[in-house]
């Protein structure tokens, strides 16, 4: 349900403004914590990723997003922002193909399916279990464990 839609005509841009004030707070908030200056950039950004649902994006495609709501900001400004962010523990990069790299909004240690010639990375339902992970090279330590499974359509014959 929409809450803007149920409230009366005449307060709801007060409602609006509120609810946007409120955002930005919790995003400078959660950069502030994250040891991230609160820039212009970075708030936009920050609320375009983290104030909604969990989300799977790529450079360009916030970029786009970006364009979209009149923000003015270069591709590589986007690209800092999410290199910034990931660094940060805001997001998780999650390299699919090799060549596109998907920034996370959830950050805990989740497999993916990656669909090819679709471009698109989804959670995988249900998790991943693992009976045995390798030992580590003497003097490491395992960070983390990212697990990409490529699926594509099936031929019809």
Do not use: W
Request: aromatic share 6%; proline share 4%.
């Amino acid at each position: 349900m929409d809450v803007l839609s149920t409230l009366p005509e005449a307060d709801s841009d007060d409602v609006a403004a509120q609810l946007a004030d409120e955002a930005a707070a919790c995003c400078a908030q959660l950069l502030g914590d994250a040891g991230l200056r609160p820039t212009r950039h970075r708030l936009a950004l920050a609320r375009m990723l983290l104030m909604g649902d969990h989300r799977h994006v790529t450079a360009e495609g916030l970029y786009d997003e970006a364009m979209a709501a009149n923000l003015r900001l270069s591709l590589a400004t986007v690209y800092n922002t999410l290199n910034q962010f990931t660094e940060a523990g805001l997001l998780r990069r999650i390299a699919a193909d090799g060549i596109k790299s998907f920034f996370d909004t959830d950050t805990s240690v989740h497999p993916h399916f990656y669909l090819e010639g679709e471009d698109v990375l989804v959670d995988v339902a249900g998790g991943l279990a693992f009976s045995k992970v390798p030992q580590p090279l003497p003097g490491h330590e395992i960070a983390r464990l990212d697990v990409v499974v490529h699926l594509r359509r099936k031929r019809v014959m």
